[in-house]
């Protein structure tokens, strides 16, 4: 992996950890008591920001892979499923066993991008929220993994 795509993955896992570390007083405060209309927007902003930068370190390894970005209604979905695909080149971005975890991610986000704010519910939020930072410390596990390999 040349050193000038390596600097942007850097810079895109180093946006989402501040993202996490400046979220982590809402974070906490979810997790201690139901959160309001107010928090419950804040937290899915900060669920979107999540997974449009994983996305973002995504689309920069597929480039430095030269595969062709995923086009059309789906793409999103395809991009996730090219995650976790090996190539003849190199092997999965990430471990089999987020995929499940990390497809609700997904999922939330394509919800709050077409969705009103007034329909979060914070039954399908909380798991989410809750589990953002695991889920994080596995992907970077993984990110850094892929890069030391290739």
């Known amino acids: 992996m040349n050193n000038g795509l390596q600097k942007k993955i ?3 896992m180093e ?3 501040r993202l ?3 979220a982590e007083p809402l974070l906490i405060l979810c997790r201690t008591k139901t959160p309001d209309f107010m928090e419950m927007s804040a937290a899915a902003l900060c669920l979107h920001s999540f997974y449009n930068g994983i996305e973002n370190i995504l689309l920069l390894i597929i480039k430095q892979e030269n595969l062709n ?3 059309g209604e789906k793409w999103h979905r395809k ?6 695909e090996p190539t003849a080149a ?5 471990r089999g066993e987020i995929k499940e975890t ?10 709050v991008r077409h969705a009103y704010g007034f329909k979060l519910k914070w039954v399908e939020m909380e798991d989410l929220v809750n589990g953002a930072e695991k889920l994080w410390g596995i992907l970077k596990e993984d990110i850094n993994s892929f890069i030391t390999s290739n």
């Open 10 to 12: 850097e810079f895109e």
């Open 15 to 17: 946006q989402i950890n």
């Open 102 to 111: 990390l497809s609700e991610f997904l999922k939330f986000r394509h919800f």
């Open 20 to 22: 996490l570390n400046e």
């Open 79 to 84: 991009l996730f499923e090219r995650a976790f």
């Open 90 to 94: 190199s092997p999965a971005i990430f």
């Open 69 to 71: 970005i995923p086009e």
